[in-house]
């Protein structure tokens, strides 16, 4: 299984698509620790500030192994 992190539009960090596929969300957070600032993960729902000091969330859901964003 993966997770598909599906971002809100408005709040997406710059350079970031809609929509992300990862194996370990973890590892795919502290990868991207500059841009997503302070991830906090509640349930299905990310939080992070985004560089420019905004807000913003995005939604995960688990996808099978062979789905493809």
Do not use: H, W
């Not at 993966?2 to 408005?10: E, Q």
Request: overall charge negative.
């Amino acid at each position: 299984m993966k997770t598909l992190i599906y971002f809100n539009a408005p709040d997406k960090p710059e350079n970031m698509g809609i929509s992300q596929l990862t194996d370990d969300v973890q590892q795919f957070l502290a990868e991207r620790s500059d841009i997503l600032i302070n991830p906090i993960i509640t349930e299905n729902i990310i939080t992070f500030v985004k560089q420019d000091g905004a807000s913003g969330y995005a939604v995960m859901c688990t996808v099978p192994s062979e789905f493809q964003n």
